[in-house]
């Protein structure tokens, strides 16, 4: 399981970020962005397409004069999002294996099950997810918050705009991911009281509970940066 980790995180770093950063690039540099970043997910071929898109970007100008510090906000965005959504995983995988493995103690467990073995792997899948992830995801946010004290007012408004958008994005996220966990849990407590046979390992409502403490974490920390920048817009206005 701990594999699985390892190819989450190698999945995130050489496509997915990499792909995100050449497709906002290319289209402030006019270049096809559909095209390129399509080109740079299909895995092997992204490391040429990637070197392809170095060079022809070395030897082509930027059209309209976005400064650097623009692409590279949007870069750290993009890794600080994805690396938050590993984390978010991790957690909720290991809560899933906490939660599961309290419940598969009871006698009503089937024959051929191992739960020692199974809170094992999750364990390891969990923590080969966060030992990556987290570090990473702390890189990211330092150099994130580095970027945003220096970024000059040309290009303020047009980060201010993306932190926006993607905190928004996380809040919509969180916020159906909740959502859906609560009407499992509900489902699991309505079913219980008609009588209804739900699965004698209850795995749906485990998943419910291991998915709402990491959603409503991720709704609590983009409320945070929404205010943050509210409060920060009052004060330069005043």
């Given at each position: 399981?701990a594999?699985?980790?390892?190819?989450l995180?190698f999945a995130?770093?050489?496509?997915?970020i990499?792909?995100?950063?050449?497709?906002?690039?290319a289209?402030?540099?006019g270049?096809s962005?559909?095209?390129?970043a399509?080109?740079?997910f299909?895995?092997?071929?992204?490391?040429?397409v990637?070197?392809?898109?170095?060079?022809?970007?070395m030897?082509?100008?930027?059209?309209?004069g976005?400064?650097?510090?623009?692409r590279?906000?949007k870069y750290?965005?993009?890794?600080v999002?994805?690396?938050w959504?590993l984390?978010a995983f991790?957690i909720s995988v290991a809560?899933?294996?906490?939660?599961?493995?309290?419940?598969?103690?009871?006698?009503?467990?089937?024959f051929?099950?191992?739960?020692?073995?199974?809170?094992?792997e999750?364990?390891?899948?969990?923590?080969s997810i966060?030992?990556?992830?987290?570090?990473?995801l702390?890189?990211h946010?330092?150099?994130?918050?580095?970027?945003?004290a220096?970024?000059?007012?040309?290009?303020?408004s047009a980060?201010d705009?993306?932190?926006?958008a993607?905190?928004l994005l996380?809040?919509?996220?969180g916020?159906?991911?909740?959502a859906?966990?609560v009407v499992?849990?509900?489902?699991?407590?309505?079913?219980?009281?008609?009588?209804?046979e739900?699965?004698?390992?209850?795995?749906?409502?485990s998943?419910?509970l291991?998915?709402l403490p990491?959603?409503?974490?991720?709704?609590?920390?983009?409320?945070?940066?929404?205010?943050?920048r509210?409060?920060?817009v009052?004060?330069?206005?005043?």
């Amino acid at each position: 399981m701990a594999v699985v980790g390892l190819l989450l995180f190698f999945a995130t770093l050489f496509v997915w970020i990499p792909a995100a950063a050449i497709y906002f690039d290319a289209s402030e540099r006019g270049q096809s962005p559909y095209l390129w970043a399509i080109l740079a997910f299909v895995p092997w071929l992204n490391v040429i397409v990637i070197v392809a898109y170095l060079v022809m970007r070395m030897r082509t100008p930027s059209s309209g004069g976005v400064e650097a510090s623009t692409r590279l906000a949007k870069y750290l965005h993009i890794s600080v999002l994805t690396y938050w959504g590993l984390s978010a995983f991790g957690i909720s995988v290991a809560l899933y294996a906490v939660i599961h493995y309290l419940r598969l103690s009871r006698p009503l467990q089937s024959f051929d099950s191992d739960p020692n073995q199974a809170l094992r792997e999750q364990i390891a899948l969990a923590l080969s997810i966060l030992v990556i992830a987290l570090p990473a995801l702390a890189v990211h946010g330092v150099l994130l918050r580095r970027l945003l004290a220096r970024a000059v007012e040309a290009t303020r408004s047009a980060i201010d705009r993306l932190q926006d958008a993607l905190s928004l994005l996380l809040i919509v996220l969180g916020g159906t991911t909740a959502a859906l966990a609560v009407v499992l849990l509900v489902f699991e407590v309505i079913g219980r009281l008609l009588r209804v046979e739900t699965g004698s390992d209850d795995i749906t409502s485990s998943v419910a509970l291991a998915m709402l403490p990491s959603s409503t974490l991720t709704i609590l920390a983009a409320w945070a940066l929404r205010r943050d920048r509210e409060v920060e817009v009052a004060t330069v206005e005043s």
